[in-house]
């Protein structure tokens, strides 16, 4: 079943790994997966600079070493850089040392410490092994899904307003899936979450 937040098994599963920052902090930390793509990055930060807003975008490296001007200017623009591996790859689907040389080829161009595994899955053997070589695993709290065929542009600004609490990790996507979407929704869920009170914040 798909849902907007996390099973307590994976939560349970991953126990290291970041689901959620301090609830007692007004903030939230915006997450971008699988660009960075001509037809959906540059948009997205010209509306985060819009609102003053930093953000974490965890990247496919094949993605970020097409496009290396996206890479350098979500870089100057403030924001934080994540592994999200280099070819998108489900860990459940690969042996662990392929997985892992594949998000050591990603880091070679990313240069970061933290990583979010493609699809919220992976080998446990692969968990320890690239929180051992120094990554911080980074889940989310709020899962847009703003990809989804099944959901329109209201839906995903819905899931947004319902699920966000203070110290949430929200996930949308730099995506061709996702970028219709969010020409729509990511200005309204920023402008909301500002109304709310929520400062954004990025990973340390």
């Known amino acids: 079943m798909i849902i907007e937040q996390p099973a307590r098994f994976l939560r349970w599963l991953y126990r290291q790994a970041l689901w959620r920052m301090d609830s007692n902090e007004k903030a939230v930390y915006l997450t971008f997966d699988d660009g960075p793509i001509p037809e959906a990055t540059p948009f ?103 990809y989804s065929r099944l959901l329109t542009a209201e839906d995903v600004l819905e899931n947004v307003k319902r699920y966000t609490r203070p110290g949430s990790i929200i996930t949308f996507h730099d995506s061709l899936k996702s970028i219709e979407k969010l020409k729509s929704v990511l200005p309204e869920a920023m402008q909301w979450l500002c109304e709310q009170g929520y400062e954004f914040k990025v990973f340390e």
């Open 44 to 146: 997205i930060l010209d509306v985060l600079d819009r609102y003053q807003a930093r953000a974490t975008f965890f990247m496919v490296g094949e993605n970020a070493a097409k496009y290396p001007h996206l890479l350098s200017e979500v870089k100057s623009r403030g924001h934080r850089i994540g592994n999200h591996t280099y070819n998108h790859i489900g860990g459940l689907r690969w042996w662990s040392w392929n997985y892992l040389a594949n998000a050591k080829k990603a880091n070679e161009l990313l240069q970061t410490d933290l990583f979010r595994p493609p699809h919220g899955w992976m080998r446990h053997t692969q968990y320890q092994v690239l929180r051992h070589c120094g990554y911080r695993i980074v889940m989310w709290d709020v899962v847009t899904r703003d």
